[in-house]
T-cell receptor
Framework: NAGVMQNPRHLVRRRGQEARLRCSPMKGHSHVYWYRQLPEEGLKFMVY????????ESGMPKERFSAEFPKEGPSILRIQQVVRGDSAAYFCASSPGQLTTNYGYTFGSGTRLTVV | QQQVKQSPQSLIVQKGGISIINCAYENTAFDYFPWYQQFPGKGPALLIA?????SEKKEGRFTISFNKSAKQFSLHIMDSQPGDSATYFCAAQAYGQNFVFGPGTRLSVLP
């Protein structure tokens, strides 16, 4: 079991470019969560997805950010027209089923986005 | 009401000492309280968790103390080791909801 796989580990983008972050959940997990961690801050929820469905996107900025989890392939977090304030670590987590209180998430190692 | 407060922001402890990190919450619907450990360059990893029907849970050198009436919970690391140096996050979850994380505590254990 390879765990939650995120790539790339590091991503550098110039202002105005697009950033695509990928997350492959653990085997058997069908629920994916994206969190953002700004320097010296905690984890902030962004979006919760199941296969082909966005369940909760209450933490997503209204503009430039989008997420998908297609039937086949990894979940993608897309940031269009990146700005310096988007520089952060983006973590993906997965769980085997609907949110319950029986277990914590399994996080990936994150993608560190730097906007120059 | 969704916020989880965490203190201290940073903590320095001598090897062999006790590290104590505190968290507080307001939302009485929270019913699951995990702690995560994060090393530099890595994702957070679940360390230990507690439900409010018990006041304490111990796993090795790590203990969670839970005070339901005060809406507070804390992580105690006994016999702290340099390898414990990391950032620790408390979190809380209500059934069917996403986790809410505290801002983190950066622990440094001096050799």
């Amino acid at each position: 079991n390879a765990g939650v796989m995120q790539n790339p580990r590091h991503l550098v983008r110039r202002r105005g470019q697009e950033a695509r972050l990928r997350c492959s959940p653990m085997k058997g997990h069908s629920h994916v969560y994206w969190y953002r961690q700004l320097p010296e801050e905690g984890l902030k929820f962004m979006v919760y997805l199941q296969k082909e469905n966005i369940i909760d996107e209450s933490g997503m900025p209204k503009e430039r950010f989008s997420a998908e989890f297609p039937k086949e392939g990894p979940s993608i977090l897309r940031i269009q027209q990146v700005v310096r304030g988007d520089s952060a670590a983006y973590f993906c987590a997965s769980s085997p089923g609907q949110l319950t209180t029986n277990y914590g998430y399994t996080f990936g190692s994150g993608t560190r986005l730097t906007v120059v | 009401q969704q916020q989880v407060k965490q203190s201290p922001q940073s903590l320095i402890v001598q090897k062999g000492g006790i590290s104590i990190i505190n968290c507080a919450y307001e939302n009485t619907a929270f019913d699951y309280f995990p702690w995560y450990q994060q090393f530099p360059g890595k994702g957070p990893a679940l360390l230990i968790a507690i439900r409010p029907d018990v006041s304490e849970k111990k796993e090795g050198r790590f203990t969670i103390s839970f005070n339901k009436s005060a809406k507070q919970f804390s992580l105690h690391i006994m016999d702290s080791q340099p390898g414990d140096s990391a950032t620790y996050f408390c979190a809380a979850q209500a059934y069917g909801q996403n986790f809410v994380f505290g801002p983190g505590t950066r622990l440094s254990v001096l050799p």
